[in-house]
């Protein structure tokens, strides 16, 4: 373990700022009903206007020092180098807990829940609900390490499994996450030697040869195959031809905030409006993740990781997570949670909650909600 801090070389910002203010813009669809409209993709006017902020308004420094509030570490696991937040929790046993992001996040989603989770006394909670918080950059994004070809969501368990029992010595852990965290800490369940429980808010992990059965089930998968035909062309593309689209992307600071932001708007709960859910500062700075760390390109390989990297004992059909597993189901997502009975037959569900705000990026949206359930389900390991 190395302690870490992040200081990005000014030439860097300079850099970033000075292409995103020479960026030549287009059009957009116009016409009855398209003001505002992102149903072609990232709105130009409000990327206009992001952009703008960016340019002339927005500070790095001043969410660099936020996140080095924390203390940060690199660790060569296997030959990868991973960076972590490593945050002590109160009291004299507080629980290890993993928190795995995902695509296109990344740390900073859980910048504002981290204090809570390891010092509840802090904020009007009891210490015996404390937590030593571990959140790792996953392999190739933001400050860890690059693989050298595309690794998958059950390979990343490994490094983190051997990141928390070895590295740190923290057996006995909760694995949580969301998207490919989801899998992730999915994987660390299935896998892991050290994982005691998982807790998701994502259906990230199936098991082999179970498929719908009821009708509410079948249901289900109609849905869901709809929603993935009108929002999986960038999952397509990742996982087929993630190396042409890293040239535009790589390259332009603009295209990569669009293609990352309208994500952000796309999976979360917007019922009251984009702007009430995040700050530009929350979207910008997770995106500047990807742009000082030149990470884009290596972050989307994790797609083709998933279709390649078979690495492994092949998992049984009908086989599941038998560890106990909490899910925190928030009603907007990529792809909601199906039925609970059908996640049953993936996974061993001990606690399950039932939302009525938020979306995919649930530790950004409703981190109180998270943060209490993820305490919840721990109370009852």
């Known amino acids: 373990m190395k302690p870490f801090r ?10 970033i700022r000075a292409r995103v203010r020479a960026y030549e813009w287009h059009e957009m669809p116009r016409g009855d009903g398209l003001e505002g409209s992102w149903a072609y993709g990232a709105n130009l006017d409000f990327m206009k206007a992001l952009c703008a902020y960016w340019a002339d308004g927005y500070e790095w420094r001043k969410w660099e020092a936020a996140l080095n509030r924390f203390p940060q570490f690199k660790a060569d696991v296997d030959g990868l180098e991973l960076h972590f937040i490593l945050e002590r929790g109160s009291g004299l ?12 996040g990344s740390v900073f989603e859980f910048l504002h829940i981290i204090d809570k989770l390891a010092h509840p006394e802090k904020h009007g909670g009891d210490a015996k609900d404390a937590f030593t918080v571990i959140v790792p950059s996953l392999p190739g994004y933001g400050f860890s390490g690059k693989p050298k070809r595309p690794i998958g969501p059950r390979t990343t368990a490994r490094y ?26 999915g994987w660390m369940g299935y896998d892991g030697k050290g994982c005691r429980a998982v807790h998701l808010n994502m259906f990230g992990w199936r098991s082999p040869g179970v498929h719908p059965e009821t009708q509410d089930e079948k249901d289900y998968a109609t849905r869901a195959a709809q ?13 087929t031809k993630p190396q042409t689209l890293s040239y535009a992307m790589m390259d332009s600071p603009v295209g990569a905030c669009a293609w990352i932001v309208e994500k952000f708007h796309g999976w979360s709960d917007t019922r009251k409006g984009f702007e009430k859910v995040y700050t530009k500062d929350q979207l910008l700075t997770n995106v500047m ?20 990297d078979l690495s492994g004992t092949p998992v049984p059909n009908g086989v599941r997570i038998e560890k106990p597993v909490g899910i925190a189901a928030f009603p907007i ?6 039925p609970r009975s059908l996640v049953e037959r993936h996974v061993n569900v001990t606690h399950w909650t039932d939302f009525q705000e938020g979306g995919h990026f649930a530790a950004l949206e409703r981190g109180d909600d998270l943060v209490g359930d993820i305490q919840k389900f721990a109370r009852t390991l």
């Open 6 to 15: 992040i200081d990005v070389p000014q030439t860097t910002l300079d850099s």
């Open 93 to 104: 046993s507080p629980k290890p807990l993993i928190l795995s992001h995902g695509w296109p």
């Open 160 to 185: 983190f499994d051997r990141l928390m029992t070895e590295t740190l010595g923290l057996s006995n852990y909760i694995a949580q996450g969301g998207d490919w965290g989801s899998a992730i800490s």
């Open 227 to 239: 929603l993935f035909e009108m929002e999986g062309a960038y999952f397509r593309e990742h996982t």
């Open 289 to 308: 993740i990807y742009l000082v760390t030149k990470s884009f390109n290596t972050a989307t390989w994790m797609y083709r990781g998933l279709a390649e």
């Open 333 to 338: 997502d990529l792809i909601p949670f199906p």
